[in-house]
């Protein structure tokens, strides 16, 4: 299993923007589809983004579509979530996901035996 820490959140106000950020190592990060998950307060784990191994197979939760960017850097072995106009209902912890079997497109609905970060909490206040 690799290990997976997020960066990047904070406290902003609506239509601000954030990048978060996650940091894998332990492994050989090309081998790994990589998500970006979240989860509010009283609410069940929402899927956000995920991104195949080569960059290009990507897919977006409904309800961030068009305003949130999901990237990876092989090189450097980080995957990135570009977070545009955040809204009040944004705000969760947000937790990166790395699977070794799964494609982009599975990670959408799941099972996740895969490895998780710790999480970063974006607030979302005027």
């Known amino acids: 299993q690799v290990q997976l820490v997020e960066s990047g959140g904070g406290l902003v106000q609506p239509g601000a923007s954030l990048r978060l950020s996650c940091a894998v190592s332990?492994?050989?990060?090309?081998?790994?589809?990589m998500g970006w998950f979240r989860q509010a307060p009283g609410k069940e784990r929402e899927f956000v983004a995920t991104?195949?191994?080569?960059?290009?197979?990507?897919f977006y939760g409904d309800t961030v579509k068009g305003r949130f960017t999901i990237s990876r850097d092989n090189a450097k072995n980080t995957v990135a979530l570009q977070l545009n106009r955040l809204k009040p209902e944004d705000a969760a912890d947000y937790y990166c996901?790395?699977?070794?079997?799964?494609?982009?497109?599975?990670?959408?609905?799941?099972?996740?035996?895969?490895?998780w970060g710790q999480g970063t909490q974006v607030t979302v206040s005027s």
């Open positions: 991104i195949g191994r080569g960059g290009y197979e990507i």
């Open positions: 996901y790395a699977d070794p079997v799964m494609t982009a497109s599975a990670l959408r609905r799941g099972p996740y035996s895969g490895s």
């Open positions: 332990g492994g050989d990060f090309t081998k790994y589809a």
